[in-house]
T-cell receptor
């Protein structure tokens, strides 16, 4: 089973509208972190926002917020007031605390959502 | 603000040739990683190093070797390149393996094997 699922391969959104990018995850580890990265056409991976499994509040960073629903194992990224520069690939990723019997450290990524902001 | 630096940025190899991708970080991080990214896929972990002198396999280690030269540097070697290794390679680093520590990436290395 995939650990990170992003069900939207591509999205078109009008400039200034809010955007929600979906992400569901699967883990039996009680300690984990959820991350969102942006990859523009230039290729670099830019860290956007982080949510810890024990965090009570949803994470926010400027125009980015993370809608964390732990019971549903959902960690959707919300971008408010979208801009043309938001056009990029967006990846959801998870880092587990390795309390459930080991396994590789590092991030497990979803396949990404290609977001295009239209003027 | 160098962060994670990897070289070369672009490389074309012939099948069977060998090469080494170099990576260095200046954030004093203990953990370092090599990922590959293929079209339509997220990044997949090749190898990682939790500290100087240790390395471990990730999801897709076959055909690769790594060396953690010191705390700053982590290299990835392709001994006999194959077309299936055509990909974009990312080096990354973070504080020690706590799930809350952000992983920071280099700018990527585009490798084509013909």
């Amino acid at each position: 089973a995939q650990k990170i699922t992003q069900t939207q391969p591509g999205m078109f959104v009008q400039e200034k509208e809010a955007v929600t990018l979906d992400c569901t995850y699967d883990t039996s580890d009680p300690s984990y972190g959820l991350f969102w990265y942006k990859q523009p056409s230039s290729g670099e991976m830019i860290f956007l926002i982080y949510q810890g499994s024990y965090d009570q509040q949803n994470a926010t960073e400027g125009r980015y917020s993370l809608n964390f629903q732990k019971a549903r194992k959902s960690a959707n990224l919300v971008i408010s007031a979208s801009q043309l520069g938001d056009s990029a690939m967006y990846f959801c990723a998870m880092r587990e605390g390795r309390n459930s019997g080991g396994g590789a450290d590092g991030l497990t990524f979803g396949k990404g959502t290609h977001l295009i902001i239209q003027p | 603000n160098a962060g994670v630096t990897q070289t070369p940025k672009f490389q074309v190899l012939k099948t069977g040739q060998s090469m080494t991708l170099q990576c260095a970080q200046d954030m004093n991080h203990n953990s370092m990683y090599w990922y590959r990214q293929d079209p339509g896929m997220g990044l997949r972990l090749i190898y990682y190093s939790a500290s100087e002198g240790t390395t471990d396999k990730g999801e897709v280690p076959n055909g690769y070797n790594v060396s953690r030269l010191n705390k700053r540097e982590f290299s990835l070697r392709l001994e006999s390149a194959a077309p299936s290794q055509t990909s974009v390679y990312f080096c990354a680093s973070s504080e020690a393996g706590f799930s809350g520590n952000t992983i920071y990436f280099g700018e990527g290395s585009w490798l084509t094997v013909v």
